[in-house]
């Protein structure tokens, strides 16, 4: 990751209370990580610094759409994602960054850079399974779909062959000795 100062905010000259800032995300912030897994990203990231007289409160929300390939199909689209986190800042002896949620800066640190922060948040809200939604209501025409519709076994539908298994089931289910048993009930 090359160090840019677009991500850098001094605090140390901020006022105690809360200041909000904003970053425009594109494909080459993601360059600058040498992630290639998103072809276009639009995002919005908002950040609210709240500085207080010992630590910072962070809170990282971000929205938008980045362009990744559907894994059913390999059409590319824009996904839509959106997320959220928060960090606490706290000063010690030295940096340690082990944890999630906290932040350890040394004594005398005079700004810090979120580019790591937004880097993660947003590629921690992008699911595992990406599919287009042009799959799931059944709009999308291509020739990956295509082939499969003409390679598809044309036999009773899933529905009817679920039906079919249940009505086995129960019939398998019913245990001969039972009849006798209510055989009892009703010769009083």
Known sequence: MKSTNEYLIPFIGLKLGKHQFEFKISKKFFDDFSFDEFDN????VDVVLEKKATMLEIS???KGTVNVPCDLTGEQFDLPIKGKIKLVVQFGEEF?????ELLI????????DLAQYIYEMIVLS??????HPGVKDGSLETEALKKLKE????????SEQSKKIKEE?????????????KQLLTDK
């Open 41 to 44: 990203c639009d995002i919005s």
């Open 60 to 62: 990282f929300k971000h």
């Open 96 to 100: 340690n960054n082990d944890n999630d």
């Open 105 to 112: 800066l040394p004594h005398g640190e005079h700004q810090i």
């Open 126 to 131: 992008v699911p595992h399974k990406r599919v």
């Open 151 to 158: 390679l598809q076994v044309n036999g009773p539908s899933a």
């Open 169 to 181: 089931k129960k019939e398998e289910e019913i245990d001969p000795r039972w009849d006798k048993l």
